[in-house]
């Protein structure tokens, strides 16, 4: 989820693969699982066979029946996915050991760390922490791969928004409908399906009947999340090959910011070597040939347990920012890429919010209000959500008190952020973790 970085207000924060080295049993998702997760028909078979030895060998004597076989649940049995994806991740894996994700090891001075005792011992006591992010990532993985072959032209927005957060709930085994379920798990902000010159923080709420054509050229930014461990990564789509140097520049690009990104990193030093490599494209629109530039007042993020944003922005243009990444910190590395003036503004309806960490405690007179924030504190606490959220939990009439928690403080709104019309923007994503031995980039998968 995408971070603007202009006016001094702060705004939400919304992978090079060929030179890294993939330990195995790493980010394939179900399709590395090859073990069975239910074996129960041997057991019936042996008591089969032991019944029909018995009956042979006793003459006159009376036969044992057969004990029917148990029908198995389909879900719980389930060997691949589903489409569209409604199997639990943790159904493919009993152990609750979830698949690592790309393994990048430090280099430079930070080389030792591969080896290093100390540092291994304190890699070992994050485990449950790591094994948290990589469940949201097989959920991101295993959902966005459905996303990318089924989402066609043709379709409404609010269809595939929809059919993403399905798959995210019924993956992570948190519907979100029950008080405080969505806080242990299951959406870790809402489905951005941002549109050509339009980059970041456009969902559609209720009622939209916008639909996608063949000539639209697709964000995909969305969020998974376990016990707040938010995995944030996001995609192009398009659907005409005219658009292909757009989506290389800025993939390209934020592999170069991962494979950048490190321990004791200056974050000015990442948004230099990306730039550079975003801005070495071209792309050839109507007959004119344009610079791919890279969005300035857009960054990557850090991200903290419930906080989609922790403070700590990563640029994609060279600047000054002396700010180190540190041992233990997780990171979003997003760039985006336009074919316009490289700079966005507000537009368009809002539907992203958040209730802010540092919300101030201010007497709220409306009686809407007060009722609103209570839901939202129990549904989301400070994880992002957005109209349709609260149409889902049953919520009516609620701008009045919305809008008024919003100039309170206590909530924050996010508008769509956009280049020029008729510019064409596009992002790459991916969460990382710098570990104390390596960096993992939790969020790659066989897609990018």
């Known amino acids: 989820m995408a971070a603007q970085a202009s006016e001094g207000m702060e705004k939400l924060k919304l992978s090079d693969t060929t030179s890294t080295k993939q330990k195995s049993g790493g980010a394939n998702g179900v399709n590395g699982v090859n073990g069975d997760l239910d074996n129960d028909d041997s057991d019936d078979d042996k008591e089969d066979e032991g019944g029909a030895a018995e009956a042979g060998t006793a003459g006159g004597k009376k036969k044992r029946k057969r004990k029917p076989k148990k029908k198995k649940n389909a879900t719980s049995t389930a060997k691949t996915q589903t489409s569209p994806p409604r199997v639990p991740v943790s159904n493919f894996f009993p152990d609750k050991i ?29 485990n449950d922490f790591l094994n948290e992010y990589r469940e949201g990532a097989e959920v991101h993985r295993q959902v966005r791969q459905w996303a990318q072959k089924n989402i066609k032209p043709g379709q409404t927005l609010t269809e595939i928004a929809e059919g993403i957060e399905d798959g995210v ?3 992570t085994n948190h519907q979100g409908l029950e008080e405080g379920d969505n806080i242990k798990g299951g959406m870790g902000f809402p489905t951005g399906l941002s549109l050509n010159n339009c980059a970041a923080h456009y969902t559609p709420n209720a009622g939209n009947k916008m ?8 964000k995909v930014d969305f969020g998974a999340h376990i016990n707040g461990r938010i995995v944030d990564s996001a995609f192009t789509m398009t659907f005409d090959p005219k658009y292909d140097n757009l989506l290389a520049a800025v993939k390209d690009a934020t592999n170069t910011g991962v494979r950048e990104a490190g321990i004791d990193v200056r974050m000015c030093d990442i948004g230099a070597a990306i730039q550079e490599v975003m801005e070495s494209y071209e792309v050839e629109l109507g007959g004119a040939t344009l610079p791919v530039k890279a969005i300035r007042n857009l960054n990557g ?7 989609i944003h922790g403070g700590k922005s990563v640029p994609i243009v060279k600047g000054g920012d002396q700010t180190k990444m540190e041992e233990g910190e997780t990171f979003a590395i997003e760039t985006f890429g336009s074919t316009g003036k490289g700079y966005v503004r507000d537009d368009l309806e809002t539907s992203h919010y958040s209730k802010r960490a540092d919300a101030p405690n201010v007497s709220l007179r ?3 209000a007060k009722s609103l924030l209570n839901t939202i504190t129990k549904n989301f606490g400070t994880l992002p959500f957005c109209r349709r ?6 919520q009516d009439k609620y701008l009045l008190g919305l809008n008024n928690l919003v100039s309170s403080g206590i909530v924050e709104a996010y508008p769509p952020l956009c280049d020029v019309k008729g510019s064409f923007t596009a992002q790459y994503e991916h ?7 390596v960096k993992e980039v939790i969020s790659r998968g066989d897609d990018f």
């Open 211 to 218: 639909v996608l054509q063949k000539e639209d050229v697709m």
């Open 431 to 437: 969460t990382i973790l710098l570990r104390p031995t």
């Open 301 to 307: 993020h850090d991200i903290s347990q419930f906080s």
């Open 169 to 171: 709930r019924a993956l």
């Open 389 to 394: 959220y609260l149409d889902r939990l049953g």
């Open 366 to 368: 409306l009686s809407s």
């Open 98 to 126: 979830f698949p690592e994700g790309e393994i990048q090891e430090y280099r430079n001075e930070n080389s030792f760390r591969t080896t290093s005792e100390e540092k291994r011992h304190l890699d070992r006591m994050n």
